[in-house]
């Protein structure tokens, strides 16, 4: 471990997490918008379900840990929402146990801390024709449809106000983009760059909105090591320095 110890936010999730650093992806840009303020950690597994994530929540969010996260981010729904295969084998979770896993996801998770905040997001669209398109020749077929996504989506966010946790409709904000269906894909169901910008500006809208103390806002939170010194580039005057630590104007996206 390094010091000194910052908040940590955890993503948890499937392959939407687990990609979260590619395609200037959600996950990276999370991370500059909190650059000295708190660490992004991605737990971010491929493929997977809410099964195979209650099969490890224990080992992933222990609840005798040292220290546990200030935030937990959570997506899990769009494996889930496949269509059922004849052989009963794949990534298909009927709707009402999909409910119960993220419930018990949700009160686990809750129980780690009185300080410990969470954000569910809820399952995103996907482009049918491109998933169609770019399916492999090893893959039996994907049944994904958007019919499918927003049910597990609207479930989802009904489970989240029943358990008092937060949410971000990924359903409704990603089809809110105008010509949604070509930019915010890669494959037509993992983020492009312009599908992660939705998802960051939503989770920051979360943030500014929740009446949390402390705020988990960016704005709101500590620069690590931010004293002025006189080491910091000097100013036009030739008497002064500049400090940079709240400097943003390298991000070409000045995020509120």
């Not at 002064?240 to 000045?254: C, V």
Request: aromatic share 10%; net charge negative.
């Amino acid at each position: 471990m390094v010091g000194p110890a910052r908040p940590q936010f955890v993503l948890f999730g499937s392959s939407i997490v687990q990609l979260g650093y590619s395609n200037a992806g959600w996950g990276a840009i999370l991370s500059d918008v909190y650059a000295r303020k708190a660490d992004i950690v991605l737990r971010g597994y491929y493929g997977w379900n809410s099964r195979r994530a209650l099969q490890v929540l224990n080992q992933v969010f222990p609840k005798d840990a040292a220290a546990q996260p200030s935030l937990i981010i959570v997506y899990f729904g769009g494996n889930d929402s496949m269509g059922p295969h004849s052989s009963g084998l794949g990534p298909h979770v009927p709707l009402d146990e999909y409910v119960e896993n993220m419930r018990t996801i949700g009160e686990h998770l809750k129980s780690l801390s009185d300080t410990t905040r969470i954000i569910f997001l809820s399952c995103p669209p996907v482009n049918e024709e491109k998933v169609r398109q770019t399916s492999s020749e090893f893959f039996s077929e994907l049944v994904r449809t958007n019919e499918l996504c927003q049910m597990y989506s609207e479930a989802c966010l009904e489970l989240c106000k029943e358990i008092g946790v937060l949410a971000v409709d990924l359903f409704t904000a990603i089809r809110r983009r105008p010509d949604w269906l070509n930019t915010c894909f890669t494959d037509g169901v993992h983020l492009a760059a312009e599908g992660s910008k939705v998802v960051v500006e939503e989770i920051l809208k979360v943030l500014k909105e929740a009446e949390w103390k402390p705020s988990l806002h960016w704005k709101s939170m500590p620069t690590e090591f931010a004293e002025d010194s006189p080491y910091d580039l000097v100013a036009a005057d030739g008497k002064t320095t500049l400090n940079p630590s709240e400097w943003t104007f390298h991000r070409a996206i000045q995020w509120d």
